[in-house]
């Protein structure tokens, strides 16, 4: 009979284990499903915001109650599901990165989600608040290095409200991120109130905390609010920016001449009602590279392109700027021949050739990978797949364009924060960007694109104007709202009058990424505080268990 009830009672854990696992992994894979509804996607081409405020809540019983190798198998779901729903446009950037995006985040993962049990575990009252210094922590580290990504950083999902957008020039984009997590992270434990909070003291800390998350909300809100600048007075630019709704690399010498000869159409167009002060062309707009072939003349289509192109901007009173691959032939690190190098390039022709900018923050995998020797197959396999690489430039050095100065991220480097910052430092009056996501085929990929773009311009109150193959191809004032956008997938010219505002410069210009260091900083030094005290906690029990163990033999 015993025997019975000891199987019964086993049976019944078993299935209460079984079923916790269950839960617990609906609600992982809830929050991934919401953090994917943050931003444009299947379900919203423009993305869902108030999302970011709730993807959260359903991490916080988990991370209470699932051992500490069960977190690692939750952050592996949470990652995979999430970034395969946000970024499924990958499959067509390159047959490779819907894999290795996934895992890399499944990497990341395996670190952040037993952190952030750990930040609920070492703190059980104010664990919301550590979770939320640590993943702000982790948005930051993951934006660095040869894997930096920025896609999927949660301040991003606010792109749509300028006064968000604003209070960046404060935090950066981090304080977005924290503000959202902090707040879903008290919401989870405050519906678990009577499970979390035992004793009055807790409750009142939890009102206190939520008190504490409205004012620096509001905060924030009443600085993007009130910090709108005037720039009616300011110089105004007019900027054409083409779209010429192709991708550029594909098809050979006919589709770029054919593209070229739809780039010239469009800058001429933008020239029969209006007098801009600059035509710009997108990323790599013109493929054959101008230098390379007029250096070394070994392909007669090309330098034949080459030469039509430069007898029409010889014709052009106003000044392009026109992507390019700026092919050089350097030393070979491998022996002393000379080998042919690209760099992807923005190239100014005003009455000649007088400027340029090489990109210098590459896309992993598909633009670089430096690791050659360490990793062969790695590399055998990019090559495989036509990989392009492309070698780094020197430094952020801005284009002068007559009275004024511009910042050129060129595609992918507009969505890291530091770098707009770099050329705004660096004297750059305005921000244009050149892109091309044309070969996603997607409206959503351009939109997340896009989105990161828009703080750009909030965190350093500087005009930003994007010229893109295929979109999104717009403007965004120094305020962080956007003033126009061509539709995507057509082929069109906007022309802009943009202001060009100079007279401040913020928090953000001058200190940078200070928020996110102070949470990356303060979280690791909590985490190691909170596991020394919990070694010395346990210590000093076990020696006084020891000490009562040993009066009671004596």
């Avoid at 593209?259 to 990323?283: G, T």
């Avoid at 924060?417 to 351009?446: K, L, P, Q």
């Avoid at 200070?514 to 020394?532: E, Q, S, T, Y």
Wanted: hydrophobic share 45%.
């Amino acid at each position: 009979m015993a025997a019975e009830k000891i199987i019964v009672r086993v049976g019944e854990e078993k299935k209460q284990a079984i079923l916790s696992v269950f839960r617990n992994t609906v609600m992982v894979v809830l929050s991934a499903f919401f953090f994917s509804l943050s931003f444009p996607g299947f379900f919203s081409e423009k993305g869902m915001p108030l999302m970011a405020f709730l993807f959260f809540i359903p991490l916080v019983p988990v991370l209470q109650k699932c051992s500490w190798t069960a977190s690692v198998l939750y952050g592996w779901i949470h990652a995979s599901v999430s970034y395969v729903l946000f970024n499924y446009w990958l499959a067509d950037f390159h047959p490779l990165t819907i894999i290795i995006v996934p895992l890399i985040y499944v990497g990341y993962y395996s670190f952040l989600f037993p952190l952030l049990k750990a930040g609920v575990t070492l703190f059980p009252r104010s664990g919301f608040l550590w979770q939320a210094l640590i993943w702000t922590g982790y948005e930051f580290v993951k934006s660095k290095g040869f894997l930096a990504y920025s896609y999927g950083t949660v301040g991003s999902a606010f792109y749509q409200w300028p006064v968000l957008v604003r209070s960046a020039s404060l935090t950066g984009i981090w304080g977005l991120s924290f503000l959202a997590v902090v707040t879903g992270a008290w919401l989870g434990n405050a519906f678990d109130l009577k499970k979390v909070c035992k004793s009055l003291k807790e409750w009142c800390f939890y009102q206190r905390a939520g008190g504490g998350i409205a004012i620096y909300a509001l905060v924030l809100v009443l600085y993007g609010t009130f910090s709108a600048v005037d720039y009616s007075d300011s110089p105004h630019f007019q900027i054409a920016l083409t779209q010429h709704n192709a991708d550029s690399w594909q098809g050979g010498y006919k589709a770029y001449k054919s593209n070229y000869l739809a780039l010239r159409d469009l800058s001429l167009q933008s020239q029969e009602h209006k007098d801009p002060d600059l035509i710009v062309w997108p990323e790599t707009a013109f493929v054959p590279s101008i230098y390379y072939h007029k250096t070394y003349k070994q392909n007669q289509l090309s330098l034949s392109l080459v030469e039509d192109l430069e007898d029409f901007l010889s014709t052009q009173e106003v000044p392009y700027l026109l992507g390019n691959d700026d092919a050089r032939k350097e030393l070979s690190k491998k022996s002393a021949d000379l080998e042919r190098v690209d760099y992807n390039a923005l190239l100014l022709y005003d009455h000649g050739w007088q400027d340029l900018y090489r990109k210098k923050h590459l896309v992993p995998f598909t633009e670089h990978f430096p690791y050659e020797e360490e990793f062969p197959l790695v590399y055998q396999m990019l090559l495989d797949a036509d990989t392009h690489f492309w070698k780094k430039g020197d430094a952020f050095s801005t284009i002068d364009v007559g009275k004024f100065k511009i910042g050129t991220p060129i595609c992918f480097e507009d969505t890291f924060g530091y770098i707009s910052r770099a050329f705004v430092n660096a004297g750059a009056n305005i921000i244009v960007n050149v892109s091309n996501d044309a070969w996603s085929g997607s409206v959503v990929a351009e939109r997340q694109h896009f989105m990161l773009s828009v703080f750009r311009a909030g965190e350093n109150r500087r005009t930003m104007v994007r010229s893109t193959n295929s979109g999104i191809t717009a403007w965004v004032d120094p305020n962080g709202v956007i003033q126009e956008e061509l539709p995507p997938f057509i082929l069109d010219v906007l022309v802009v009058d943009v202001p060009v505002y100079t007279n401040s410069r913020t928090l953000y210009t001058l200190w940078g990424d200070w928020f996110a260091w102070g949470c990356l900083i303060v979280a690791l030094l909590g985490l190691l505080m909170g596991f020394l005290r919990r070694l010395t906690i346990q210590y000093r029990s076990r020696k006084i268990e020891k000490q009562v163990y040993d009066r009671g033999t004596v």
